[in-house]
């Protein structure tokens, strides 16, 4: 199946983080057999401590006369990193960096981005970006389940434990639009300035994140701080803007990406520092059903014009993750690809390899709707699906297992309840 081509230069409930072990073929068949391995859970109604009240916004924009919630939720995790320093076993990159591995070990600590907060522009204004610092302590699979049927856990429950939260924020001011919070001194980020969706931890622990409303690339200190000027997206020499971005909404200027269709993946480059963004969307011109990634030079600060367009299995389909894969080869990345529907309707919920320097072929690495839980650790039947509406943080954890985490849009429900807000997993 064709998964790219070169393009010439020019929501809350559970927070379940669930281990997925690959253990059938994966191969031109498109097939590949899954089974659950491990299951981590934060409780939906988790709120970082000494926050401001937040929720205080209808979804067109009205503000409401008490906000819905006293502080910020923990919610909408968009990308994880692991929190490690060298590579794994059987992974093929030689250099060691923050988004590797610890050898020998799975991580039990992940950086989380939060997403912009409640959906839209209009109602985030008081959500403020973070990034999150999370331990996991999850419920396993055994071992040797011939011998023991059941898993065994210490505890009750598998847990997530929020260490640290790092505010996103532009006390000196790089950020050329006006903020929401733009009175306080300190120039806090919020879902209505920007909304972020994926993440590259770097080798000085600065952290740079893909923005949907510019689009934008932002250059974040360890302590949140924004370090220079969204870089915007200027294919062809002149500035891509979304729906959302504030020189459309304020300024009159022409949209060519709808809302929330800007950077939704963002991945280490095949080439010495550089990052590949992957668009959610296709641009106006290119094929209904592609999107672009695009490499960015942060030693130059410029787009290079290097891209590539990868293939939908259906223009109904959508992206919403892009990571490296160094266990399949130093040219490798996963993608997760979904439909948008979620509940008992969810259809389509995939993650497919890529090798961006061969040919131009993607394979099946896990359908998410189609999960063994023979040990039965997420309960219920031997059957585990994952049919949210946005699954957006992955990491390849060995050869053959990825972490999954999906944003749960809180407080929206119908992943797996009509009225119960969903869990993030």
């Known amino acids: 199946m064709n998964a790219w081509l070169p393009v010439a230069a020019g929501r809350s409930a559970l927070c379940v983080l669930a281990a997925l072990g690959l253990v059938g ?15 981590a859970i934060l409780p939906a109604q988790t709120f970082a ?8 916004y209808a979804d067109y924009g009205r503000k409401l006369a008490t906000p819905r919630f006293e502080a910020q939720p923990i919610q909408g995790i968009s990308a994880i990193v692991p ?17 590797t591995l ?32 999370i331990k996991t302590e999850p419920m396993r699979a055994p071992a040797k389940p011939e011998r023991r049927a059941r ?37 806090p980020l919020t879902g209505a300035d920007a909304d972020p969706e994926s993440l590259v931890v770097m080798d000085d622990g600065s952290f740079w994140i893909g923005d949907e409303h510019g689009p934008w690339l932002l250059h974040f200190g360890v302590d949140g701080r924004l370090l220079a000027a969204p870089v915007e997206l200027v294919p062809g020499g002149s500035v891509l ?29 095949l080439r010495p520092n550089t990052l590949i963004a992957m668009l959610e969307a296709p641009i106006p011109g290119d094929l209904s059903a592609s999107v672009r990634l ?51 309707a969810a259809a389509f919920k995939k993650i497919f390899r890529i090798h961006l320097a061969r040919s131009p072929e993607k394979t099946l690495a896990a359908d998410l709707l189609n999960i063994a839980d023979p040990q039965k650790i997420a309960g219920g039947t ?37 009225v119960v807000p969903d869990p993030t997993e």
């Open 49 to 56: 401590p000494e926050t401001p009240s937040s929720g205080g």
């Open 83 to 99: 929190v490690a320093c060298k590579t794994l076993k059987g992974a093929s990159t030689k250099k060691s960096s923050a988004n």
């Open 241 to 269: 803007r979304s729906a959302a971005h504030p020189e459309v909404v304020n300024g009159g200027k022409v949209a060519r990406l709808g809302a929330s269709k800007g950077f939704e993946g963002l991945a280490r480059g």
């Open 382 to 418: 031997d059957k585990f699906r994952f049919p949210f509406l946005t699954t957006e943080a992955l990491w390849p954890t060995a050869a053959r297992e990825l972490i999954v985490v999906n944003d749960n849009n809180f407080p929206a429900a119908g992943g797996r309840s009509s």
């Open 151 to 187: 898993p065994k856990p210490k505890k009750t429950a598998p847990t997530v434990t929020v260490v640290q939260r790092i505010a996103l924020r532009d006390p000196d001011r790089h950020f050329p639009w006006p903020l929401t919070l733009s009175t306080d001194p300190d120039r």
């Open 102 to 133: 610890p050898k020998g070990n799975t991580p039990t600590e992940w950086w989380a981005l939060s997403d912009n907060g409640f959906g839209t522009r209009a109602n985030s204004g008081d959500y403020c970006l973070a990034i999150y610092r």
């Open 25 to 39: 073929l994966l191969g031109n068949e498109l097939r590949a057999d899954v089974t659950l391995t491990g299951i």
């Open 294 to 344: 695009l490499e960015y030079d942060l030693a130059l600060r410029a787009w290079t014009g290097r891209e590539w367009l990868y293939l939908l299995d259906s223009a109904d389909q959508a992206v919403s993750e892009i990571v490296r894969d160094p266990f399949s080869g130093p040219d490798g990345y996963l993608v997760i690809e979904r439909d948008a529907l979620q509940g008992p």
